[in-house]
């Protein structure tokens, strides 16, 4: 497990507490001896915490590794497992969990001899301390590539994490994608709650024609499908809530737009497709990143 964040611990402890044999891979020593002195992984599932100690690990470890499951950001990704590729067996298996697109092709490319499987989830956790992670939210995990499903599906069933195999797995991904590209950047834009988006309903309309449009010249016309009316549950749903990019804004961090917005925006541009309202957001999301010191990719 490459990434103790909040979704690598939460697959970790649900995996190792039913006997399964999970190493966590960590940054450095720094990093190493920090979780050392932890404990181990917390985790605070229906207001219980518990410990679990884990092995732990650094990418410069021996042994082999034939299955991986890649649970950083986006942007983290290439690094990674251009730092673990010397470790990663012939045919080895990555589940690459990363939310937006360009990133799994990108880790795909830098690893041909592997298999690597797409996961798109709607659980939620967050971190609150060092190796402290909250599951905040039960929801579903979808999994996929071109291949047939592989029989460690079992095992995920067996951890009790809520998962089935699609055989569209891209199209999945797409989806969340747009969703996110009508939401998140809007809310950085109004410093509001997913809610607050009521407010400005025509120009999320205007933004989900323009994914509409843009999904099916992707090849991926039933993402399309409906995608307005989704937005806007999603946005009714989630109204108290703040969307993760406005979080990871408003405490200085990286946001993922390079994989939502940016990718958007870059294949329109490979379609030749000319999405204004599209771009426009692109840039004064950039334009407001760059405003607070923040990376624009
Ligand atoms: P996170 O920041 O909580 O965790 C990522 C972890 O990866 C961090 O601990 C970081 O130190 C570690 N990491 C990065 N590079 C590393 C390296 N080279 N070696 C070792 N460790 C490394 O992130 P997260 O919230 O778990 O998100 C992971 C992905 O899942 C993101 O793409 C996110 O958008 C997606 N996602 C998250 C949630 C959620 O609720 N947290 C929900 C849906 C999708
Ligand atoms: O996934 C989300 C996020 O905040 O990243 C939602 C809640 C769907 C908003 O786009």
């Known amino acids: 497990m490459l990434g103790a964040g909040s979704l690598g611990s939460l697959w970790a402890v649900r995996l190792a507490r039913v006997g399964l044999p999970v190493r966590l891979i960590l940054r450095d020593p720094q990093r190493l001896s920090a979780y050392h002195c932890a404990g181990?992984?917390?985790?605070?599932?229906?207001?219980?915490?518990?410990?679990?100690?884990?092995?732990?690990?650094?990418?410069?470890?021996?042994?082999p590794i034939r299955r991986l499951l890649l649970a950083c950001k986006?942007?983290?990704?290439?690094?990674?497992?251009?730092?673990?590729?010397?470790?990663?067996?012939?045919?080895?298996?990555?589940?690459?969990?990363?939310?937006?697109?360009?990133?799994?092709?990108a880790v795909a490319a830098r690893l041909p001899g592997c298999r690597c499987v797409l996961a798109s989830t709607t659980e939620g956790a967050f971190r609150d301390g060092d190796f402290r992670v909250v599951f905040a939210g039960r929801g579903h995990t979808w999994l996929g590539d071109?291949?047939?499903?592989?029989?460690?599906?079992?095992?995920?069933?067996?951890?009790?994490?809520?998962?089935?195999w699609s055989e569209t797995i891209h199209g999945r991904l797409w989806r969340k994608l747009a969703l996110n590209c009508a939401i998140n950047p809007l809310t950085v834009l109004y410093d509001c709650r997913n809610g607050g988006l009521q407010a400005y309903a025509g120009e999320v309309a205007e933004l989900c024609a323009e994914l509409a449009e843009l999904l099916r010249h992707c090849d991926q016309r039933d993402a399309a499908e409906?995608?307005?009316?989704?937005?806007?549950?999603?946005?009714?749903?989630?109204?108290?809530?703040?969307s993760s990019m406005h979080q990871d804004v408003a405490r200085g961090r990286r946001s993922e737009i390079a994989y939502l917005l940016g990718h958007a925006c870059r294949e329109a541009e490979r379609h030749k497709l000319h999405l204004s309202r599209l771009k426009a957001l692109q840039q004064r999301l950039q334009r407001h990143l760059a405003e607070r010191g923040l990376p624009l990719d």
Do not use: C, F, K
């Open 40 to 63: 181990g992984l917390r985790l605070v599932e229906d207001g219980m915490e518990q410990l679990y100690p884990i092995p732990a690990e650094i990418p410069d470890a021996a042994p």
């Open 74 to 105: 986006a942007y983290d990704a290439v690094p990674a497992v251009e730092h673990l590729a010397s470790r990663l067996a012939a045919g080895a298996e990555l589940v690459l969990l990363q939310n937006g697109l360009g990133s799994q092709d």
């Open 146 to 164: 071109a291949g047939q499903p592989p029989a460690w599906l079992d095992e995920l069933a067996a951890a009790g994490i809520p998962h089935a």
């Open 226 to 242: 409906g995608l307005q009316e989704e937005v806007e549950r999603v946005i009714q749903a989630t109204a108290a809530n703040y």
